[in-house]
């Protein structure tokens, strides 16, 4: 390593968009019910202006306080929402939301790239996203998307991500070489809080559903990001490990972890230790989800939760080859194709 790492958080939605989004969204779901009131999508109208100014006051600010280069940035989690309404609200919903995220990396291009969310609807065929994940790699350079496990906002009611109704993504994303990150939206079951309890039980039945299969034997070269720490697989490492074997299923090393990645939105030091130590720095990709779940200061340190780059910088079992592998190294050879814009800009 000679040179400083590229800092790329691997993990940001457009939390901060304009207000206009929120209404016309409002609108829409008001028009599930009463027809006539559904709004055309060009009835959203979003400046450039508006655009620079939600970034400039919020992410990027941040990304240049706390020293990070370049987010993937994709719409907002909560947002996605794919419970509500049918395929055709979800589809038009995807389109302006993905649409939003590609302005903002036109504007922004050393700083944003896109990752992309579907049209999922509870019940619909998978295969339905294809148009708009199409659309998104080919015209706005999207470099991954994002996945929902449970398009029904925490009832859980499609198959497992093994099942074969999900390959037809899966065979893009291989034709495209581009990676999903596991992201639920958010819960419409009273039993889960969507960030606290949702989120990370999603992330680590992720992981327990390609455990317990052999889907990476069908795609070995596919890849998945499970995001928030990997949810409780780090910390349970051994139950996993443990329940692999009890199933005759390989080391993990090699069922699963040339295939699932985790992100560092893991808001405190201990948390961050543990994920370094117990998983491969290989299989580690910087991200901070910042203005999002947890927006405020830890009374504890006097920083931000979600300054996730303190903590890598603190982890003392960590060398700099290994903090430039979890910056820069890791996320270029998971999303070859961000690898490949920041080549062509000599970065
Ligand atoms: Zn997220």
Redesign the pocket.
Known sequence: MSREPLIIDC?G?YTTAPEALAHWRERQIAGIKNPSEMPAASELRISDDELRESIEKNQLRLMRERGSDLTIFSPR?SFMAHHIGDFQVSSTWSAICNELCHRVAELYPEHFATAAMLPQSPGVDPATCIPELEKCVKEYGAVGINLNPDPSGGHWTSPPLSDRSWYPIYEKMIEYDIPAMV?VSTSCNACFHTTGAHYLNADTTAFMQCLTSDLFKDFPTLRFIV?HGGGAVPYHWGRFRGLAQALGKPLLDEHLLNNIYFDT?VYHQPGIDLLTKVIPVKNVLFAS?MI?AVRGIDPETGHYFDDTKRYIEAATTLTEEDRFQIYEGNARRVFPRLDVALSARGR
């Open positions: 993990h939605h989690a992201h995001p939105c989800e999002g």
